[in-house]
């Protein structure tokens, strides 16, 4: 079993990737101190953890200073502790914390597995490492913009069927492989 952490302060929270275009792999990091820590996760699941926290930010106040995206780079090195199955995010009004819960992805777990979660409320239940993030609404504005420009970064999505094309084109299953779409 991997490590679990609890940040209740980071003094740094972003997304990034490594890797070329349709090759990359996206990362959740977080710096405390000087402890580092940093998530695999998969390209739907940054653009889902920006579309939710831009929900729960709607209904705050608004951040004070919200960190450029360009200063948000991964800090070296950028070797993941796990692949992160699930998410949860929750607002602790006392602190004024966005607080970020991520799950490790077991071989057993339903994502793993590519079915549904079903979602307990006991720690004590999950199979995997648990990560706890408290980020200020800075940070979650930071992640948010960023998440958004990295995932429409990637590949263009085909007209005809949506997955994402080479610069050369791809095998479209909407035309039977009749003809390749191109960029």
């Known amino acids: 079993m991997s490590s ?14 490594v890797g070329p275009a349709g090759g990359r792999t996206f990362y959740l990091q977080a710096r405390q101190g000087d402890r580092l820590v940093t998530l695999k ?19 705050l106040p608004d951040p004070e200073e919200v960190p450029a995206t360009d200063t948000l780079e991964l ?7 796990w692949a992160v199955g ?5 607002f602790d ?10 799950e490790e992805v077991t071989v057993d777990s339903p994502a793993a597995a590519g079915e549904e ?21 800075a940070q979650a504005a930071a992640i948010i913009a960023r998440g958004v420009e990295l995932v429409s970064a990637g590949r263009p ?4 069927c949506g997955y994402p094309m080479d610069p050369a084109g791809h095998s479209c299953p909407k035309t039977n492989g009749h003809r390749a779409p191109t960029l």
Request: aromatic residues 2%; charged residues 25%.
């Open 157 to 160: 999505p085909c007209p005809f």
């Open 4 to 17: 679990s952490f609890d940040l209740s302060d980071p003094d740094r929270v972003t997304v990034g990737t």
């Open 93 to 102: 009004a006392g602190a004024d914390r966005i607080v970020l819960i991520a």
């Open 117 to 137: 979660e079903a979602i307990s409320d006991d720690p004590a239940e999950a199979d995997g490492a648990i990560g706890r993030l408290a980020l200020t609404r």
């Open 75 to 81: 800090e070296e090195p950028v070797l993941a502790e």
């Open 41 to 59: 996760l998969e390209k739907q699941q940054v653009g889902a953890l920006a579309e939710l926290l831009t929900e729960l930010l709607s209904d």
């Open 86 to 90: 699930s998410m949860q995010l929750a």
